[in-house]
Each structure stands twice: as C-alpha cells, then as structure tokens.
C-alpha cells in the first residue's frame, strides 16, 4: 500500500475584526491542530500586513466573502471555499462529499449569500453579547504572506 501524500497547502483567508469568523476560525483551527497533514495556513486580512500586501480593493473583496488561496495563487470563495476546507478536516469531510451531489453546491452557494445580507446585523448582536476572543497561546507571530491572485476574484 502506497502511503498518501499530505495535500497541498490551502490558506484560509478570513476576516479577524468579525465577531463571528473569529468563532468560526477558532473552530476550524482546532480541528487543522487535530489533523495535522491538513495543510490548512490561516491568514487575518482584516488589517494591513506587510508580509502580505494587498490593495484596498482586494481587501474588500477578500472581507466580503470567505476565501481559500492555493499555492499557485488560485483562489475560491463562498460555499465552494467552505467545501474546500471540509475536505481537509476530521468530522466534515462527509459534508465536503455530500456537497458533490450534483445540485448541493449550488444550494449551500445560495445560503451562504443570504447569509451574507444578514451577517451586518448578526456582527452588530455579536459585538454586543459575545466576549472577544483572544489568541489562543503558541499561536505563531505574524500572518504569513497571502499567494498573490492569478485569477480575478
């Protein structure tokens, strides 16, 4: 049996200042820490970094929806990003398959995007009741660079 090699690494750009990316992200690292072949890189573009420089329009963009980067620069966003990181994570991967089904891709797409009319309002209420989360201990210093974009976004 040939051993399996680690996939490519998937770097998983989020939004650091919202309330709930931060409970989502702190969930997802756990679960990369848990799966250590998961090639999973976590990358805040809320604010600049200058191992990492992107314009304000990329900024917006990448804040506006959740998006993976590979290593050749590639990039995917919204639910097909979600379904790219639950490949790579234990207790997921069935949703990641499930979503294979012709059809399902589409429909967690047209979740995500209403969602994302929402999401304002949820930020405001989560600012409000929920405590900050704080960086969990030996996590590493800064971001590490963003692969620049091949592809329009």
Not at 5 to 30: F, M, N, S
Not at 64 to 80: C, E, K, L, M
Not at 97 to 112: I, T
Request: hydrophobic letters at 45%.
């Amino acid at each position: 049996m040939k051993p399996t090699e680690p996939p490519a690494p998937l770097t998983v750009l989020y939004d650091g200042a919202c309330p709930l990316c931060q409970r989502e992200i702190a969930h997802l690292q756990g679960l990369a820490k848990q799966e250590s072949a998961s090639g999973l890189c976590f990358v805040d573009v809320s604010t600049a970094n200058a191992a990492s420089p992107i314009d304000a329009v990329e900024r917006a963009a990448l804040l506006a929806r959740f998006h993976v980067a590979y290593a050749d620069g590639s990039r995917q966003s919204g639910a097909a990003a979600f379904v790219e990181v639950w490949r790579r994570l234990p207790g997921w991967r069935w949703l990641a398959r499930f979503a294979q089904v012709p059809g399902v891709l589409l429909g967690l797409e047209l979740a995500y995007r209403l969602f994302l009319q929402v999401r304002p309002g949820l930020q405001r209420l989560a600012r409000r009741w929920l405590k900050p989360l704080t960086a969990p201990t030996g996590q590493p210093g800064p971001n590490p660079p963003i692969p620049p974009s091949n592809t329009s976004l």
